[in-house]
């Protein structure tokens, strides 16, 4: 086996394995064991009370923010920033860290939702079910991934620290909005969007450490993913002053 396979299954296959055992376990734990302790006998009142709080106006703001996480729209926005990540930066490190993030997080959500089986909540459904378990909610994994990785990215590149608050806070209020809406509308319970936090979240700081860490090698090869005198950060670490 060559060293950048070795080092692609150590820092990218193994740690999203290791995060999909983890989905799996959680959800073990809310469905069968710990179904009958707090805070979880309390997820149907919290989603009761959603529901008896609608009203046209909100169930318009739902609906974007549900559109805004929408498979289709996830594959688009990111294949649209992927392009612009590339075109502006000539380079591959941004726009494979933000497509790695995202469909890492698919992947997962998808077999976790093959091995745990829960019922969507027990009210009033404003959006038609896909043929998936409740829990994790994919939108909210799909926003937190697509959006928190785009902050990372904008972050790394801002000049000036309100400028960084400025992307962290308009990006990442998008995937609690979603969270918010995917609750609100019926599709999920408080547990299902959190551990969705989980999942995107995870994936966004493995793919970071992977992809846009510019002191970790790959092994003889030294897979080059920026030109040489790009201005590439490590993941966490600040472009700007």
Same mark, same amino acid.
């Given at each position: 086996?060559?060293?950048?396979?070795?080092?692609?299954?150590?820092?990218?296959?193994?740690?999203?394995?290791?995060?999909?055992?983890?989905?799996?376990?959680?959800?073990?734990?809310?469905?069968?064991?710990?179904?009958?302790?707090?805070?979880?006998?309390?997820?149907?009142?919290?989603?009761?009370?959603?529901?008896?709080?609608?009203?046209?106006?909100?169930?318009?703001?739902?609906?974007?923010?549900? *559109?805004? /996480?929408? #498979?289709?729209?996830? !594959?688009?926005?990111? &294949? +649209?920033? =992927? %392009?612009?990540? $590339?075109?502006?930066?000539?380079?591959?490190?941004?726009?494979?860290?933000?497509?790695?993030?995202?469909?890492?997080?698919?992947?997962?959500?998808?077999?976790?939702?093959?091995?745990?089986?829960?019922?969507?909540?027990?009210?009033?459904?404003?959006?038609?079910?896909?043929?998936?378990?409740?829990?994790?909610?994919?939108? *909210?994994? /799909?926003? #937190?991934?697509?959006? !928190?990785?785009?902050? &990372? +990215?904008? =972050? %790394?590149?801002? $000049?000036?620290?309100?400028?960084?608050?400025?992307?962290?806070?308009?990006?990442?209020?998008?995937?609690?909005?979603?969270?918010?809406?995917?609750?609100?509308?019926?599709?999920?319970?408080?547990?299902?969007?959190?551990?969705?936090?989980?999942?995107?979240?995870?994936?966004?700081?493995?793919?970071?450490?992977?992809?846009?860490?510019?002191?970790? #090698?790959?092994?003889?090869?030294?897979?080059?993913?920026?030109?040489?005198?790009?201005?590439?950060?490590?993941?966490?670490?600040?472009?700007?002053?």
């Amino acid at each position: 086996m060559s060293d950048v396979a070795v080092q692609i299954a150590r820092r990218v296959l193994l740690p999203v394995a290791l995060l999909f055992a983890v989905m799996v376990g959680l959800g073990l734990l809310v469905t069968r064991v710990l179904t009958h302790t707090w805070p979880f006998t309390v997820e149907d009142a919290v989603n009761r009370e959603f529901a008896g709080d609608r009203s046209s106006g909100w169930n318009d703001v739902s609906l974007v923010f549900s *559109t805004l /996480a929408s #498979t289709q729209m996830i !594959v688009v926005v990111t &294949v +649209l920033a =992927a %392009l612009v990540l $590339r075109l502006v930066l000539h380079r591959w490190r941004e726009p494979l860290f933000l497509c790695a993030a995202v469909s890492a997080q698919a992947l997962i959500f998808l077999f976790t939702t093959m091995v745990i089986d829960r019922n969507r909540p027990a009210v009033e459904h404003m959006d038609a079910s896909p043929p998936t378990s409740s829990f994790p909610s994919g939108h *909210t994994s /799909a926003a #937190t991934a697509l959006y !928190v990785g785009l902050a &990372v +990215l904008l =972050a %790394l590149r801002a $000049r000036s620290t309100p400028a960084k608050v400025t992307w962290w806070t308009l990006l990442v209020l998008v995937p609690v909005g979603v969270a918010l809406t995917r609750m609100y509308r019926g599709m999920h319970h408080p547990s299902d969007v959190v551990a969705s936090f989980v999942n995107g979240g995870t994936c966004v700081a493995i793919m970071a450490r992977a992809v846009l860490d510019r002191t970790l #090698t790959w092994g003889r090869a030294n897979l080059s993913l920026s030109r040489p005198g790009d201005d590439v950060a490590p993941a966490g670490a600040s472009a700007g002053g």
